[in-house]
C-alpha cells in the first residue's frame, strides 16, 4: 500500500515543489507584524501590572468613597436601561395591539359603526324625553299661573 492515506486531524502530504510564493510571501509578512503585536500585548500587560500596583493603596484608601459611589452609579445605569427596555416593550406591544386591530378590520369597523348607531339613537332618545319633560313642565306652569 504505497499510496497516500490521509490521517484525520493532518494535513496531506505535500509534493515535492514546496511551500508556493504565495505562502512564503504571507509568512514572511505576517512573522513581524505577529512578534510586533505580541511585544505590543506585552507591554500593555506589564504597563497594567503597574498601574495596578500603584492604584491599590488609593483603591483602599478611597473605597469608603468609591464604593458607594460604583453602587449608585451602577443602580443608576440599571435603572435606565431597565426604564429603556419597558419603555421598548410598552411600545412594540401598542403596536402590536394597534397592527392586530388594523388586520381585523371589516369586523371591528362593523362594530364600531353598531356602537356609534346605537349612541345616537340613546342620544335622539334621551333628547326627545327631555323635550316631552320640558313641554310637561311648561304645560304644568301654564295651568298654575292660569289659576
Known sequence: MAEHQHRPGFMPEKGPGGPS???ILAVITLFPVGGILLVLSGLTLAGTFIGLTVATPLF??????????ALVLGLAVTGFLTSGAFGITALSSLSWIVNYFRKAGGGVT????????????????LG????????GIQSKIQEATRT
Not at 62 to 69: E, R, T, Y
Not at 116 to 124: I, L, N, Y
Open 21 to 23: 510564493t504565495s505562502q
Open 60 to 69: 483602599v484608601i478611597f473605597s469608603p468613597i468609591l464604593v458607594p459611589a
Open 110 to 125: 362593523e362594530q364600531m359603526e353598531h356602537a356609534k348607531r346605537r349612541v345616537q339613537e340613546g342620544t335622539a332618545h
Open 128 to 135: 326627545q324625553k327631555a323635550k316631552e319633560a320640558g313641554h
